[in-house]
């Protein structure tokens, strides 16, 4: 069940580095991450798997010198779109007409309608937009890897505009805007490992009207 894996997972203080998740396992993470839903379905983020123990040493620099970025065995960046542009709109809504192979008026009405205000918005407006929805893949992310066995920590302790640069994202129209780095926890080393997960109690949560 979700809700046991979830009771599982912990925010990952110390990694074992002799342990390395396998592909299999990094595939279907960054899977979940591709089917979270996102507004208008634009999907206006990507993730980067940074392997590179050089790469990571250098992150890891700038991420509060947090030792999972390099004691895990992989890194992934979710990295938003700079902007909303025309063309990136297209793309997109061109990708849904042919993957389906039709084409529907009140689809095309859609579009038309988010060309004629995404765009011309504020680049920064636009960038906190996608940026939400890239923690919605986030999310799916820690959950799915948890669902895996497999150990994370969501972060977003690092400088983001030192992170574009060690990895050429402006140059690509993206963002940084988190990092979760995977592996497995070392028990012994990690401070949280066993203490109780506290979260506020459901009647401070939720209400029902
Ligand atoms: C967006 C986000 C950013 C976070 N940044 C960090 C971080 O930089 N370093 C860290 O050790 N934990 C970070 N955390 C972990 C949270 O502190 C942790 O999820 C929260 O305290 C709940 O504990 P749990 O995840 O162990 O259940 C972050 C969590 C989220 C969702």
Known sequence: MLIEKLNWRYATKKMDPSKTVAEDKVERIVEAARLAPTSSGLQPFEVIVVTDPEVRAKIREIAWNQAQVTEGSHLLVFA?????????????????????????????????????????????????????????????????????????????????????????????????????????????????VNLKKVRRPLEEFVSRV
């Open 80 to 192: 938003a779109w700079d902007n909303y542009t025309e063309e990136r709109i297209n793309h997109m809504f061109d990708l849904v007409n042919e993957e389906r192979g039709i084409k529907n008026e009140g689809w095309e009405a859609y579009r038309k309608m988010l060309l004629s205000s995404y765009p011309q918005r504020d680049a920064a407006v636009n960038f906190e937009h996608a940026a939400r929805q890239a923690y919605i893949g986030f999310g799916m992310a820690v959950a799915q890897a948890a669902f895996e066995g497999v150990d994370s920590t969501p972060m977003e302790g690092f400088d983001p505009a030192k992170l574009d640069e060690i990895l050429g994202l402006r140059e690509k129209g993206l963002r940084s805007v988190t990092i979760l780095p995977l592996g497995y926890r070392e028990p012994e080393g990690d401070w949280l």
